[in-house]
């Protein structure tokens, strides 16, 4: 069955500091894609990448970058130089066919 | 242009009453998605539309949910003779497409809590 897991639960740093946040898949789809989320305190999840599994590229958006290892069934989540607006509880989530399969997510809270 | 809306933002209901919950998807977009999120959890899938028809109805937990759709429009979730499990954020989205590698957009979310 189709599982992902966020084994951090919850993360606090100071601003400035990188974070890193951990997801591990189990799938047994070839083809499948991989997605995180944030979930600010006002609730409404916001997309933030999608990744397919063909395509094994690390990606860098501003200070957000993301590390998809297949060999390790992994997609991470690297916040750099965070900043108290990043504090949220952040998802990360695996395609099956017609619908997400989430992890129980990672509240990181960055404080001042 | 508009979001995903959702109403109530909030509903606080009694054990064994029935329950609405309404969503507005983003026009245009074919697929939508009915989501429970309980407290400190992760989104647990409830049903999948596609137009009016739900080809995926597997998270539904009970007999005592369901759901329809309007069109490529408006959907309700009804909860009937809830229970305080059943209390939970319920997140509606939607997407262009009914297949998972597509984005979905997410409402706001419905916080029902059952006394």
């Known amino acids: 069955a189709q599982k992902v897991t966020q084994a951090q639960t919850e993360i606090s740093v100071v601003e400035k500091e990188d974070v890193t946040l951990d997801c591990v898949y189990e799938t047994r789809d070839t083809t499948y894609y991989l997605f995180w989320y944030k979930q600010p305190p006002s609730g409404e999840l916001v997309f933030l990448i999608r990744r397919n599994s063909f395509d094994e590229q690390n990606e860098i958006s501003g200070r957000y970058s993301w590390n998809f290892q297949k060999s390790t069934s992994s997609f991470n989540f690297t916040i750099t130089a965070s900043q108290v607006v990043d504090s949220a509880v952040y998802f990360c989530?695996?395609?099956?066919?017609?619908?997400?399969?989430f992890g129980t997510g990672t509240r990181l809270q960055v404080f001042p | 242009g508009a979001g995903v809306s959702q109403s109530p933002s909030n509903k606080v209901t009694e054990k064994g009453k029935d329950v609405e919950l309404r969503c507005d998807p983003i026009?245009?977009?074919?697929?939508l998605y009915w989501y429970r999120q309980r407290l400190g959890q992760g989104l647990e899938f409830l049903i999948y539309?596609?137009?009016?028809?739900?080809?995926?109805k597997s998270g539904l937990p009970s007999d005592r949910f369901s759901a329809e759709r309007t069109g490529e429009s408006v959907s309700t979730l009804t909860i009937q003779r809830t229970q305080q499990e059943d209390s939970a954020v319920y997140l509606c989205a939607s997407s262009l497409g009914g297949f998972s590698s597509n984005e979905q957009f997410f409402g706001p979310g419905t916080r029902l809590t059952v006394l």
């Open positions: 026009s245009g977009h074919t697929a």
């Open positions: 989530a695996l395609s099956e066919y017609d619908k997400l399969i």
């Open positions: 539309f596609q137009g009016n028809s739900a080809p995926d």
